[in-house]
């Protein structure tokens, strides 16, 4: 099975971010594509604690504990760059100035729902942050995530199982094994990096068009 690495899926995504954007990196994976942002598309990085114009991770005598991204992890700035409270960050997040958001999820339904807050389990630590914001705030909302789970679960499926963070929200869905479109019409594989599409069929166990 070809897999793409979480570096190679950040690049893909960055690839497809769009001259100008104003652009909210979720927690976790999503962080990553700050790393692969062409210097030369004006794309300005927003963070939910209070930031505009964040650069890639810091590293070495880059490292400034006083500057960090949502996730707490050492950033860099660009020229220009902005801070501001987090409430009016939110602000920015609630009134529809954000062109993208990249988020991580548990699982994304064909129709767009988003699960990525909670699995429900009994001993889970809910962990909403600033996503339902998102999810109902930026113009275009798109997952990174595995396709499968540890077990080999799809995490692409017809009706999320877990609590819901925001309903039709999400357009597109990148994974380690295929780029996909989702909505009111179900999934579509936009692109793959290896499988079939019966493979996919199989493993998702969704009649996907493409």
Not at 126 to 136: N, S, T
Not at 144 to 148: E, N, P, S, T, V
């Given at each position: 099975m070809t897999r793409l690495s979480r570096p190679d899926l950040a690049k893909r995504i960055a690839a497809d971010?769009?001259?100008g954007a104003y652009v909210n990196l979720g927690i976790g994976a999503p962080t990553l594509?700050?790393?692969y942002l062409p210097e030369d598309r004006n794309i300005t990085l927003h963070t939910e604690n209070g930031m505009l114009g964040m650069g890639p991770a810091a590293e070495g005598d880059q490292i400034d504990p006083d500057l960090i991204n949502a996730g707490k992890i050492p950033v860099t700035e660009l020229p220009g760059a902005a801070y501001f409270h987090h409430a009016d960050s939110f602000g920015m997040m609630r009134g529809g100035h954000l062109d993208v958001c990249v988020l991580g999820a548990f699982q994304v339904s064909v129709k767009g729902d988003l699960a990525n807050w909670n699995t429900g389990a009994p001993d889970a630590i809910?962990?909403?942050?600033?996503?339902?914001?998102?999810?109902?705030g930026a113009k275009s909302v798109w997952v990174?995530?595995?396709?499968?789970t540890k077990q080999g679960e799809s995490k692409l499926v017809e009706q999320c199982s877990y609590p819901l963070t925001g309903?039709?929200?999400v357009s597109r869905v990148y994974t380690d094994l295929a780029v996909f479109e989702v909505g009111a019409e179900g999934a579509t594989v936009l692109e793959s990096f290896g499988e079939s599409m019966d493979e996919l069929r199989r493993l998702t166990g969704i009649d996907l068009k493409g």
């Open positions: 971010i769009p001259v594509v700050a790393d809910p962990a909403v942050g600033g996503a339902m914001d998102l999810a109902i990174m995530m595995d396709l499968l309903v039709g929200c």
